[in-house]
């Protein structure tokens, strides 16, 4: 703004909203303008929640969950099946694979993907972490769960590579057709991936 | 999400930002995350300025802009020219027209439109406020800068009326293509305006 318009504590507010994620800085004034209308049903309580969250929020010491309990939630549920891992790359992966809610399973987050041109080598990924896992034993199964991406992939051999010794069945998630997806706009190698893993009808 | 995978703290984070306008439970979810990541950068100074906010913001009980004093950094300007008032529907629109950084006027908000079909008659705007700062006298023009909507419109003549006896030029934002805009997209009303307040080159 050209000239000062409204108090430094709101102007502090927009440029705070601006980076968050989805908005920006037109998006943060209109998002500011609508909190402080709903002064008592929204600004008020998204601040606790967010000093509630800033105090209390860790990462599980277990999987690599963001929680505010250490460990997680999923890592304390003894209704799931603890002996199957699923190895994802982030947070919102695992939070992603919950929503299908298909596996009734643990996870392990790496927190990102081998990278050398990042610099980002295996000590910087949460995998000792889950080869002590194995290593304890009473694990069955690892599902490697990466994004099929160079980097992802790379990912998955070096974790297949580490885990190749400790007895554990390895397995990753199918390639194929997305479900609503049209083959037109799928690329030659999703298309012969489906292709060649084809099922009987 | 199907089953719990977080705590109760993060998840009404997740659904107190899914109500700020511009994100959704999707993104929502994704803002929470990059939160927690920046924690100490974002979430917590975040928290912080929204409870600040929350404390002081009031709405000015001269013009009706939203600051953290009253009247507000507007009306206590005395370097603008207080005597030159532009009526406006809402905040934004009050910060959006200082953005263009071209009067150095004060404000008047009325908090909406008139819109009979939906209950809001002149009471329920500040339209009291208006005339009464413009009955204790300094003031020489207003600018009505309502959107040119129908409701919009209204309300400028119903403004326009009460003003009339008060003895101030009562001026509006004038009508024609917008900067940038391409003919063929605009609609007539637009450009005969266009063309009715043609002007010189």
């Known amino acids: 703004m050209a000239k000062r318009v409204t108090g430094p504590e709101i102007e502090k507010l927009i440029q705070l909203l601006a980076k968050v994620p989805g908005l920006g800085p037109r998006s943060a004034r209109r998002a500011a303008l609508h909190?402080?209308?709903k002064k008592d049903q929204l600004l008020g309580p998204?601040?606790?929640?967010?000093?509630?969250?800033?105090?209390?929020?860790?990462?599980?010491s277990h999987c690599?969950?963001?929680?505010?309990?250490?460990?997680c939630t999923v890592c304390t549920d003894d209704r799931r099946d603890q002996s199957v891992i699923i190895v994802v790359e982030d947070?919102?992966?695992?939070?992603?694979?919950?929503?299908?809610?298909?596996?009734?399973?643990?996870?392990?987050?790496?927190?990102?993907?081998?990278s050398p041109l990042d610099g980002v080598g295996p000590d910087d990924l949460n995998i000792k972490g889950l080869i002590d896992r194995v290593s304890e034993g009473g694990v069955k199964e690892i599902i490697i769960a990466v994004n099929a991406t160079v980097e992802g992939q790379t990912t998955a051999h070096y974790i297949t590579d580490r885990l190749a010794d400790l007895g554990v069945a390895?397995?990753?998630?199918?390639?194929?057709v997305p479900v609503g997806g049209e083959l037109d706009y799928l690329d030659e190698g999703t298309l012969s991936a489906a292709l060649r893993a084809r099922t009987a009808i």
Chains 1, 2 share one sequence.
């Open 35 to 37: 909190l402080i209308k």
């Open 46 to 60: 998204l601040g606790s929640a967010m000093g509630e969250a800033y105090d209390k929020v860790k990462v599980c």
């Open 64 to 71: 690599g969950n963001v929680d505010t309990i250490d460990p």
């Open 91 to 114: 947070v919102s992966d695992l939070w992603a694979l919950e929503r299908a809610g298909v596996m009734n399973a643990a996870y392990h987050v790496l927190g990102g993907t081998l």
């Open 170 to 176: 390895i397995t990753r998630l199918a390639h194929g």
